[in-house]
């Protein structure tokens, strides 16, 4: 959404629109009837006409309407809830002679969170109060005169934003439904002045942003009647329902924005809500979306974003800049409002949508449950599920970008690409804890722990400096590895997933920096005490406590999480309260403390760490007493070094191993030795008295690997192509 992009896309995208469409328009021959069809679908959706809505309704009426929204999935979200009498009183009471509101800032410039937009929301809360039947203002004289006022000062003043997204893409979108809604009432002269407001959208860029444009051009070409432009609109749209390309829908099922960057929650949100709108607008019309993209949505929406969604919240690893308020619990209550459109559109696949829906909202109905483990190789992002908890590690590489900011968004996301480990329970661990978050210590990351002012990203801005990012799995269970060279910050992490537990490991840990170094184990909201075993008695923490870990592996409990440490380290617990300010995260939001009570441990390696290395377990979903007698010894850390990290569980007959050199021999036991003539990430598993090995390239840059097992040799074709970072499979 910033300037740049437009500026560069705008022309070249034009062009190959204009040729693209030509083409599909001599197939369609739209008639006046199904143009009608198509308006009051439209209409329909604006209006939230839908009775199989209601549950929803129900959980979103719950939550308390935010004072200030700028994300567009969150602005729509609140355009569904319903205007009490009293505040449309206070609106037209507050209405100006002139058609403004004294309370709005029409001045302000800020590129994120513009206040003159509320004046625009204001507009269609009014028109579809107007039009709908069952409200007490359905054709109130006085709310007719008030959206002529409103809108004809609007037309005058043509107000404009610095970020060229309010102008062409945000105030389009929320005014065109209005207009449509208003239409007959609408004079000559003021539907001309309708028409120009739309017109500030053109067909053009890619990905979301297509989406946004294309779909303010069909509410123009309705206010025009024209059927060719209609028809041109749900073209463009459509053309963005495929995958492969540089933006868009990956084939993984993530989704990137602004260069080979993971936004499922920011665009990705945006673009799948969206699609499933226009899928109902189109529905039983020959315009409806055919087969092979509705598959495509189906895809998206379950292979994609069901699994970062826990319990009715989106994984913190997907949210990109977007730290809004609520933003967790906002973004998936918009995904099952998704699910639903899809699900009347694509009838095929409804259970599907109605596993994901009451999964994550209404667990009490029968559904089949979304469990394992699965990486996002196009995104460096892996996600895990079981039926008690689910994990999630965000990396970045040479390939992958690890996150931006822009527009006053995200300002202290410096770190959120660098390994970030989380696990959830109950899927609110972390919600709305930004402004009194610790940035350096995002849970899992290994960064430097000092005071001083984090850096502002900038737009599309940071790659990992190493290409050595990715897992391998069994579906089960699995192994994610990431060599982090950032900032003069070097280190070699590994995350090992199982049902019971996730196994974090360090090694290699450097910089280069008189800056204290720190790994973050977690931090996030403080729900009971953080507990530490202390002569085997659960003791609380209180304030900071720093402990060396010197002998037997020191136990912490919080909640519902355990956590272990195995290897020696000095260590830092803080329990208590923060203070912070959601201005600093996010500038649309006004400077205001705010404080909270946070749980934290993190790992100290000093300064200037030369091969410094870690090990933790995370046992999520357990109770005191179990963490308290996990048996450690399940868990042997079988090597830890800068070359190799080795894992042995299930009594030696799983072995999970990253291997980061070349000719790297390992004695996993006296029974099995590998030899990793190429790096690579492997797990040995025994099956039915066999051995059968998985293997990946996490640099996505070889065609195959080579090893040995027990002297014996190996070379495995590795899925290339769009598979690379793949998983190959032998029995050995």
Request: charged content about 20%; some cysteine.
């Amino acid at each position: 959404m910033h300037s740049n992009e437009y500026r560069k896309n705008k022309l070249s995208s034009m062009k190959k629109n204009t040729f693209f469409l030509f083409f599909l328009l001599c197939s369609f021959h739209l008639g006046a009837g199904e143009l009608q069809v198509i308006r009051e679908n439209f209409l329909r959706t604006v209006l939230y006409d839908n009775q199989d809505e209601r549950k929803l309704m129900e959980i979103l009426e719950k939550i308390p309407p935010e004072k200030e929204v700028s994300d567009q999935v969150v602005v729509e979200l609140h355009q569904r809830y319903a205007t009490p009498a009293s505040v449309v009183e206070q609106l037209l009471a507050a209405l100006q002679p002139d058609g403004s509101w004294s309370d709005i800032d029409y001045s302000d410039r800020k590129r994120s969170g513009w206040n003159p937009k509320v004046h625009a929301d204001r507009i269609l809360t009014l028109a579809k109060l107007y039009r709908t039947p069952r409200s007490e203002f359905f054709d109130s004289p006085r709310l007719c005169d008030a959206l002529h006022r409103a809108m004809n000062f609007w037309f005058e003043k043509k107000l404009e934003c610095p970020n060229w997204w309010y102008n062409q893409i945000g105030i389009p979108k929320t005014l065109g439904p209005a207009f449509l809604l208003f239409e007959e009432q609408l004079s000559a002269q003021e539907k001309q002045e309708a028409v120009r407001v739309m017109e500030h959208s053109r067909f053009g860029m890619t990905g979301q942003n297509k989406v946004w444009l294309a779909g303010n051009v069909f509410i123009r070409a309705l206010l025009q009647n024209d059927v060719a432009l209609v028809q041109a609109a749900r073209d463009t749209i459509a053309s963005e329902i495929v995958t492969g390309r540089a933006e868009g829908i990956q084939d993984d099922w993530s989704f990137h924005q602004h260069g080979p960057q993971q936004q499922f929650g920011n665009y990705g949100a945006a673009y799948i809500s969206t699609m499933a709108t226009w899928s109902t607008v189109f529905s039983g019309t020959k315009l409806a979306f055919g087969r092979q993209q509705l598959d495509i949505l189906y895809a998206l929406l379950t292979q994609g974003y069901r699994r970062i969604c826990w319990k009715g919240n989106l994984d913190v690893n997907v949210l990109g800049r977007q730290f809004f308020h609520n933003v967790q619990h906002h973004k998936a209550l918009t995904l099952a409002f998704t699910a639903l459109d899809l699900s009347r559109a694509d009838p095929a696949h409804r259970s599907e949508y109605t596993d994901m829906t009451a999964e994550n909202f209404f667990p009490d109905m029968d559904f089949t449950p979304l469990t394992g483990l699965y990486h996002f190789r196009k995104s460096d992002l892996t996600n895990y599920r079981t039926l008690r908890w689910m994990g999630s590690v965000k990396m970045a590489s040479t390939r992958v970008i690890g996150g931006e900011s822009g527009n006053g968004d995200n300002m202290q996301g410096y770190y959120l690409a660098d390994g970030a480990a989380y696990t959830y329970v109950d899927g609110t661990e972390y919600t709305n804890i930004y402004p009194c978050w610790d940035w350096r210590k995002i849970p899992g990351i290994t960064s430097y722990d000092t005071l001083a002012p984090l850096p502002v990203l900038q737009w599309g801005s940071y790659k990992n400096n190493s290409a050595f990012a990715g897992n391998v799995s069994d579906g089960t269970e699995g192994l994610t590895a990431m060599v982090l060279d950032r900032e003069g910050v070097k280190a070699h992490k590994a995350w090992i997933f199982t049902p019971g537990y996730m196994l974090c490991l360090g090694s290699a840990v450097s910089s280069d920096s008189s800056c204290a170094l720190a790994t973050s184990i977690d931090q996030r909201l403080k729900r009971n005490e953080l507990l530490v075993l202390e002569n085997d008695s659960w003791t609380p923490v209180t304030g900071t406590q720093h402990m060396a870990v010197t002998g037997l592996p020191v136990r912490f409990f919080h909640e519902n999480t355990g956590y272990i440490v195995l290897q020696p380290a000095q260590c830092v617990a803080f329990s208590g309260s923060r203070t912070g300010n959601w201005h600093d995260v996010m500038e649309m939001y006004p400077s205001q403390p705010v404080s909270q009570e946070v749980v934290s441990l993190y790992l100290e390696h000093g300064s200037r760490p030369r091969n410094g290395q870690y090990g933790y377990l995370v046992l999520p979903a357990g109770t005191a007493s179990e963490v308290k007698d996990f048996p450690v010894s399940s868990v042997r850390i079988l090597l830890n070094e800068p070359a190799v990290q080795a894992v042995s569980t299930g009594n030696g007959k799983a072995f999970f191993v990253a291997v980061y050199s070349a000719g790297t021999e390992v004695k996993l036991s006296d029974a099995l030795h590998l030899s990793a003539l190429t790096p690579g990430l492997y797990l040995i598993r025994q099956e039915a008295g066999k051995w059968k090995l998985a293997v990946s390239d996490p640099t996505q840059q070889l065609s195959a690997v080579s090893f040995k097992v027990n002297k014996r040799a190996y070379m495995l074709d590795l899925p290339d192509g769009t598979h690379k970072g793949g998983t190959a499979k032998v029995t050995l």
